[in-house]
Nanobody
Framework: QLQASGGGLVLAGGSLRLSCAAY????????MGWFRQAPGKERKLVSG????????YYTESVKGRFTISRDNAKNTVYLQMDSLKPEDTAVYYC???????????????????WGQGTQVTVSS
């Protein structure tokens, strides 16, 4: 139901834009998020956006570099990643909270729908 795209290989300091389109139903009343998992590490929330789009969350390490947005008409959430660093290398997953009008949750078990993951590799 979720199709993520936009990952790839980029040099440090470069940019990538991830997209995640949802199919089959509308998620306009649901919080959305992007998680990432590096090899040997736990999957963690990188950024989240409320169902209204007015509230956002960023983990400390990406503040000022990443921007999350959503287009409810397209049932899509985006993650613009600028000034990328090698430590941003990971598989990125989009996720949607199954509860309507949900707030942004940081725990992955609060999310019911997951994309397939897209690899982001930042070389130095």
């Amino acid at each position: 139901q979720l199709q993520a795209s936009g990952g790839g290989l980029v040099l440090a300091g470069g940019s990538l834009r991830l997209s995640c389109a949802a199919y089959g139903r509308s998620f306009s009343r649901h919080a959305m998020g992007w998680f990432r998992q590096a090899p040997g590490k736990e999957r963690k929330l990188v950024s989240g956006v409320s169902w209204t789009g007015q509230s956002t969350y960023y983990t400390e390490s990406v503040k000022g570099r990443f921007t999350i947005s959503r287009d409810n008409a397209k049932n899509t959430v985006y993650l613009q990643m600028d000034s990328l660093k090698p430590e941003d290398t990971a598989v990125y997953y989009c996720a949607i909270n199954g509860r309507r009008f949900s707030t942004i949750e940081t725990e992955q078990n609060e999310y019911d729908f997951w994309g397939q993951g897209t690899q982001v590799t930042v070389s130095s």
